[in-house]
């Protein structure tokens, strides 16, 4: 009766490993989510205004 013997307490390496996974996912999408949005909303931005000019009259007649 050996309480240090590998096989009173096996290693748990599934919730291990699932652990991992689900940190890694986290990990990713809390770096990659933010610039997606900000790519999304930032696109949003109306291209056909023209911007304003003025002509400006010279003292030539």
């Known amino acids: 009766m050996n309480s240090d013997s590998q096989s009173a307490n096996p290693p748990d390496t599934y919730s291990h490993r699932l652990a991992d996974i689900v940190g890694t996912l986290i990990a ?3 770096l990659t989510l933010p610039v997606f949005v900000i790519a999304h909303y930032s696109t949003n931005v109306p291209e056909s205004q023209q911007p304003m ?3 400006l ?3 030539e007649r």
Do not use: A
């Open 28 to 30: 990713v999408v809390t």
């Open 53 to 55: 000019t003025y002509e």
């Open 57 to 59: 009259k010279t003292g």
